[in-house]
């Protein structure tokens, strides 16, 4: 079988090698060195100008990002949303006036049982939910008379008594300055007014410190 010489010469150290093929062995080696180039031009062009299939999943890619940060984005917007909404809640206390009247006695020591203060203003006069909340009395009670009890967020309670009359009732849900009843003198009363109490949990405060006008109209002695 015919043979090919190859001489390779190595310029560096003046020396030469020799490799002897024969014709099958030359035919391929030129077969794979051909291929070798022929994919690497492929590849080149498919680089520079990529198959339709493979712009579409960039295309998704890029697309998929975009949506995961939109994404992102919306749950920041409702974790922020939410810290408002319990921000909100919390801010929800029981500082609406329930009368417009001269607050004439305010709370008394411990060994009094006044745990509120007297708003002296005229009879029949619309009484208002100082807060949102829920009934949860409306009845007659000894000394107190005609009284309504509401609980609202945060552990508060309100207690509004000597009514003329109320117009709830127990479990009514209630918006802030809502109508519950009137001024009247029921009870153990020497005029018309409005006793007016507010709790947190079994805590007794002092409504003049949530409601500014009744620190401005007082005239109480205590």
Do not use: C
């Not at 939109?70 to 006036?97: G, H, M, R, T």
């Not at 945060?154 to 849900?173: A, F, G, P």
């Not at 020497?190 to 007082?218: A, C, Q, S, T, V």
């Amino acid at each position: 079988m015919k043979k090919y010489k190859i001489i390779i010469l190595n310029n560096s150290n003046q020396s030469n090698y020799t490799l002897l093929i024969n014709k099958l062995s030359a035919y391929i080696y030129f077969s794979i060195i051909i291929l070798i180039i022929s994919f690497s031009i492929f590849g080149f062009f498919r680089f520079l100008n990529p198959h339709v299939k493979q712009n579409d999943y960039n295309l998704m890619k890029s697309f998929k990002k975009e949506t995961n940060n939109i994404f992102e984005i919306v749950n920041l917007d409702s974790i922020i949303a939410n810290n408002q909404q319990i921000k909100s809640y919390l801010d929800l206390v029981p500082n609406q006036k329930p009368v417009d009247g001269i607050v004439t006695k305010g709370l008394s020591d411990h060994n009094s049982n006044h745990n509120g203060i007297d708003i002296a203003t005229r009879n029949n006069s619309p009484v208002l939910s100082a807060q949102q909340g829920m009934v949860v009395f409306s009845d007659l009670l000894n000394d107190y008379g005609n009284t309504v009890i509401i609980s609202h967020p945060n552990s508060y309670y309100t207690v509004y008594s000597h009514l003329e009359k109320s117009i709830v009732n127990q479990r009514d849900y209630l918006s802030a300055n809502q109508i519950i009843g009137y001024v009247g003198q029921t009870g153990n009363s020497d005029g018309p007014h409005l006793h007016f109490e507010i709790w947190k949990n079994n805590h007794i405060l002092d409504p003049r410190d949530f409601i500014e006008e009744y620190k401005i109209k007082d005239v109480s002695v205590e």
